[in-house]
């Protein structure tokens, strides 16, 4: 029997990766986004890697060509100004553990093992030091070559930091004039993706209220809207790459870029958005999982399930208003929405006050986060 399920296991794995790997390869073929900008940085890696190489194996026939295409790879950042940071840390790693190889060699005379017990514990240990960042394990692999190498003159240690220097200097102008990254789209991608998430998750919930065991997905809601908190971590980290990506580079000035990222005030918002969700969820699972605590009325929670489903409708339409296309007929569409979800916000607060006292706690509760949700999503343009 398990023999089956392993087999059967594995198969369906296979397939839901082909799946995702079609997606992926369809959609850098067909339109601008995340998977096209790593195909593009890939390539533009590969081909720093081979005019390194070229420079330095084919023309220069340098004793350790290696160096330079290895270095070029690593240069090729997510940013004009990674590449740079990243080719100071990682040629400063690197001289330092050439020179320092070279040093062990000449004292051991050239014993492999000896230059190894001097070296590569020390390396390890600097290696881990902030200032190298993620380039530190290169001191180390890079004296390993030295090593290996198994000589130490004055020539070929400058040979090593000549081909270091190469490769660096080819990664660098590779990825900040091919294609230069700019990372402006992601913002505004990411904050559709969560904007259609949140109106996913309202409608979800609308839908459910309205059933007559609905609060028993409640479970199922609160965690969906979790999931919300991580596609805003992905918002803010598109932001801090496109803030990021706009320092020395002139890629603004050789391609188009685009219209500029929603503004920072937008993040801050969806960010409130997804809090007074992620409460109201977490109050429904509340009154679904405690017995004695007793829910709101069937006429309250009707009114609530239209009020989040005219959210929803909202947050649908700002899908669209981030995406830019006919923005005065959505801008009227959305004012519309809010005021007819406002006027059923009043008919939410006038059930709450004809509930019994004791569905008060909870209904108050809902009654606040629903009005604090309709505030959040108010036009402000």
Request: proline share 5%; net charge positive.
């Amino acid at each position: 029997m398990t023999g089956k399920v392993r087999p059967e296991r594995v198969r369906r794995w296979l397939v839901r990766e082909w799946a995702e790997v079609r997606r992926s390869v369809r959609s850098a073929c067909v339109e601008a986004g995340p998977e096209r900008d790593t195909l593009v940085q890939s390539l533009k890696a590969a081909g720093a890697a081979i005019a390194a190489w070229a420079v330095s194996g084919w023309w220069f026939q340098a004793p350790m060509a290696l160096l330079a295409p290895w270095t070029a790879i690593a240069m090729v950042g997510s940013t004009v100004y990674q590449s740079v940071r990243t080719g100071i840390q990682q040629f400063a790693i690197i001289a330092l553990g050439t020179l320092w190889a070279s040093v062990a060699m000449a004292f051991t005379r050239d014993q492999t093992m000896a230059a190894m017990l001097l070296t590569l514990p020390f390396m390890m240990l600097l290696g881990n030091y902030r200032r190298f960042g993620s380039q530190g394990i290169y001191g180390a692999t890079t004296a390993l070559f030295v090593i290996t190498g198994g000589v130490s003159s004055t020539s070929t240690v400058g040979h090593r930091l000549l081909e270091t220097l190469i490769g660096a200097v080819i990664g660098l102008l590779v990825n900040a004039f091919v294609l230069p990254p700019v990372h402006l789209r992601s913002v505004r991608d990411r904050l559709v993706r969560l904007a259609r998430e949140t109106a996913d998750v309202l409608g979800a919930i609308a839908e459910g209220l309205r059933e007559e065991d609905g609060l028993e997905k409640s479970e199922r809601w609160h965690h969906s809207a979790g999931g919300l908190t991580v596609s805003l971590q992905n918002v803010s980290e598109a932001r801090r790459w496109a803030m990021e990506g706009s320092r020395w580079n002139p890629g603004g000035r050789l391609r188009r870029t685009g219209p500029k990222p929603p503004p920072f005030a937008e993040d801050m918002r969806w960010s409130r958005v997804c809090t007074r969700v992620l409460a109201l969820t977490r109050t429904l699972k509340t009154i679904s999982g405690d017995t004695e605590l007793p829910p709101p009325s069937p006429d309250f929670l009707r009114l609530l399930s239209d009020v989040l489903g005219q959210a929803g409708h909202i947050c649908s339409i700002e899908t669209e208003l981030l995406t830019g296309s006919g923005t005065g007929e959505l801008r009227e569409r959305r004012d519309a929405a809010f005021h007819e979800a406002w006027g059923t916000v009043g008919s939410l607060t006038d059930a709450f006050h004809r509930q019994e006292p004791s569905a008060s706690a909870v209904g108050g509760e809902l009654l606040l986060e629903a009005r604090q949700l309709m505030t959040e999503l108010a036009p402000s343009a």
